[in-house]
Each structure stands twice: as C-alpha cells, then as structure tokens.
C-alpha cells in the first residue's frame, strides 16, 4: 500500500493551495481516509475527515470554514482544499488511510489509521 501526497508548496497568507493524496495498492472506497499535519516542534495533529461515501467530513476547529476534504473513489484519490491559508497552517501535511473501518470515535485521530504518506511541505508566509 502507498498514499502519496501532492500539491504542498510556498503560498502568502491568505492564498490557496489543493492537496492531493494518490492510493494504489489497495482500493479505499469503503473506507473513511484523513488529513493530518505536523509543524516542527509539535505533535501530529488532525485536520480533516470524510467518511467513505463523502456523507459525512469532518475538521479540525482551525481550519473549519476554510479547508474542503473530498474525494474521488474512482481515482481512489483523497483532496484537500486550503483557502485563506495563515502562517498558523504552515505543517508537513500528511494523507491517513485504514486497514479497517475506524470507529466513529477514532475518525478524527490518529490512532484509526493504519497508512501514512510521506508528506507534503506546506508553507504559507507572512
């Protein structure tokens, strides 16, 4: 199984940046899949959910109003939409999938998910 991200880079404050999360080796459609970030110095901390059927996402109270978390099941892709980026959001963001179902409980930490990308470098300037 590999998840890998794409799309981080250098944006100002207040742009926008899509984050992608490529699956192979493995289909995720029946499964809820996550983002989680990690700034230097601090722990992994949860950003965004969506449950397998896209019915239900969930965020961190950080982000919520402007990051969108969606996916592509098809593709077995994961995204994640940043708008009005703040330095605050400057992180390695990474993509999280499961073996199996989380528990409703566990969506929104890391300890429902079994597959971690390698992360993509997010950095938003003052």
């Known amino acids: 199984v590999q998840l890998v991200e794409s799309g981080g880079g250098l944006v100002q404050a207040g742009g926008s940046l899509r984050l992608s999360c490529a699956a192979s080796?493995?289909?995720?459609?029946?499964?809820?899949m996550a983002w989680f970030r990690q700034a230097p110095g601090q722990e992994r901390e949860f950003v965004a959910a969506i449950t397998w059927n896209s019915d239900t996402t969930y965020y961190a109270d950080s982000v919520k109003g402007r990051f969108t978390i969606s996916r592509d099941n098809g593709k077995n892709t994961l995204f994640l939409q940043m708008n009005s980026l703040e330095p605050e959001d400057t992180a390695v963001y990474y993509c999280?999938?499961?073996?199996?179902?989380?528990?409703?409980?566990?969506?929104?930490?890391?300890?429902?998910?079994?597959?971690w990308g390698q992360g993509t470098q997010v950095t938003v300037s003052s």
């Open positions: 999280a999938a499961p073996r199996f179902s989380p528990r409703t409980s566990e969506i929104t930490t890391a300890k429902g998910y079994d597959y």
């Open positions: 080796g493995r289909s995720f459609s029946a499964y809820a």
